[in-house]
């Protein structure tokens, strides 16, 4: 099927607010198309607009829910059939922190299917048009959380371990192919008022290691557009994560993520 736009895009899904939001900032900045995802009523056209016209780019938008394997499936035929892509940044996610045993099971659902399978449906369902251009990236979004189970998140770290092992798989999959493959794993972003002060309730960890989007996007494209596999965004979350014992940092990073449940 001909396409009918001539550029080439760079799809960013989350794209409404936060990182997906920053991350659609720097590519405009950098003179790139783009074509925003997000759910309906997050204002993502408005901001397309504003992007399209501060930066004399060409931007399209699409709203939907990836709580439906249709609606990613709707998604990638609209791509596919109408453009060029050469970016895509899986950046949509969703969690939380609650106790696992008084969470209803869509709840469990919801973080499986936007996490997972809609991490993996849509670049699955866009592979074959960015094998069609000259150089094309991956930036799958994952979090620190990948690296240690945490209690009351629970799934949410699970579902984030696929993203980084998914991420690192087919990065080596396409390394001889024109498709590089990166993956990010930041930790609590200030992306509104509620979240930092959710964040602060942590404690002197939960501040030191809370990040700026608009950093993170910047350092995150940068090594990206460089083919860097794993990008590392805070030393002090990585460190903890990596190189503390398993049992020594799950009672750790637990006992910090329940005050959020405990701190008024």
Known sequence: MER???????VVTGASQGLGKAFAQRLALKGIHLILVSLPEQNVKRLAQELGKTYHISTQYYETDF???????TLCNWLNGNFSIFILINNAGTGGTRKFSDV???YINTIIQ???KATSLLTHGLLPNLKQQEKSYILNVSSIAAFSP???KTVYPASK???????????????????????INPGAMKTNDEITARIEKQGLIGKLTLLDPYKVAHHSLNKMFRGKTVILLNHLSWFISILLPTRVKVSM????????????
């Open 104 to 106: 209803p099971t869509s």
């Open 150 to 152: 945490v209690g009351y």
């Open 67 to 73: 709580k439906s394997d249709q609606n990613i499936k």
């Open 114 to 116: 936007v996490n997972v």
């Open 4 to 10: 009918k736009e001539e550029y080439k895009y760079a």
């Open 161 to 183: 371990s696929f993203v980084h092992s998914f991420s690192l798989g087919l990065s080596e999959e396409l390394k001889n192919s024109n498709i590089s493959v990166s993956v």
């Open 253 to 264: 990073m637990t006992k910090i993520i329940k005050r959020e449940l405990t701190v008024g």
